[in-house]
């Protein structure tokens, strides 16, 4: 069980070129989330998806597209880099909707840390 | 708009010596309340969460206390270790019915460092 894997861990883009982030869960949870983090600040949601075949934006969806591929993954593109999307990227997974306490439980992958120059 | 914050940055406390990191929200219509340990290079690893209806609740070292009154949260951590040294940030969640449900709103964070 390696919970929420994310590829690559690393990644330097020079402005306008285009990358996907790879997320993948293997606890069957229905909900995912794309977080980024940049420095001195916690973190913002970018898109989630509640369930397979759904997707919404969060707080900072501009400059990014997702697709839930199956229950399983969930992507990150950005079409044309910008410098200012140069963050730590951190993909989660949760059930949803956790009616009871401690079931608020996302679990998060380790961050990709991208660099656009 | 709605926010969480944190009213610490930064907290440095002796090994073995209980810690308190606090949070103000501002979002009365929030279910649950979470807090989040996030050690460097690391995603963030849940540690307690508390309904909004309740006070107080305990874990294994940590209790989390709510006073919505002040719209305050806190997190108690008992016996600091040198293992506790990370970043703490509150959430959170969007109530059932919002437009925000099932969604986790994230406060700065406090860099708490424990001395051996």
């Known amino acids: 069980n390696a919970g929420v894997t994310q590829t690559p861990k690393f990644q330097v883009l020079k402005t306008g070129q285009s990358m996907t982030l790879q997320c993948a869960q293997d606890?069957?949870?229905?909900?995912m989330y794309w977080y980024r983090q940049d420095p001195g600040m916690g973190l913002r949601l970018i898109y989630y998806?509640?369930?397979?075949?759904?997707?919404d934006k969060g707080e900072v969806p501009n400059g990014y597209n997702v697709s839930r591929l199956n229950k399983r993954e969930f992507s990150l593109r950005l079409e044309s880099a910008a410098p200012s999307q140069t963050s730590v990227y951190f993909c989660?997974?949760?059930?949803?909707?956790?009616?009871?306490?401690?079931?608020?439980?996302?679990?998060f992958g380790p961050g990709t840390r991208l660099t656009v120059t | 708009g709605e926010s969480v914050g944190l009213h610490l940055p930064t907290l440095s406390v002796q090994e073995g010596d209980n810690s308190i990191i606090n949070c103000a929200y501002s979002?009365?219509?929030?279910?649950?309340f979470i807090w989040y340990k996030q050690e460097s290079g690391k995603g963030p690893q849940f540690i307690i969460d508390?309904?909004?209806?309740?006070d107080k609740r305990q874990g294994q070292r940590v209790t989390v206390l709510l006073n919505k009154t002040v719209k305050h949260l806190s997190l108690q951590i008992a016996a600091t270790q040198p293992g506790d040294s990370a970043v703490y940030f509150c959430?959170?969640?969007?109530?059932?019915?919002?437009?925000?449900?099932?969604?986790?709103?994230f406060g700065q964070g406090t860099i708490l460092t424990v001395h051996p």
């Open positions: 989660a997974s949760s059930e949803v909707p956790g009616f009871r306490t401690g079931e608020h439980e996302q679990y």
């Open positions: 606890m069957n949870h229905n909900s």
């Open positions: 998806s509640a369930s397979e075949g759904t997707t």
């Open positions: 979002n009365s219509a929030s279910d649950y």
């Open positions: 508390i309904r909004s209806n309740m």
């Open positions: 959430a959170e969640k969007g109530s059932m019915g919002s437009a925000s449900y099932g969604k986790l709103t």
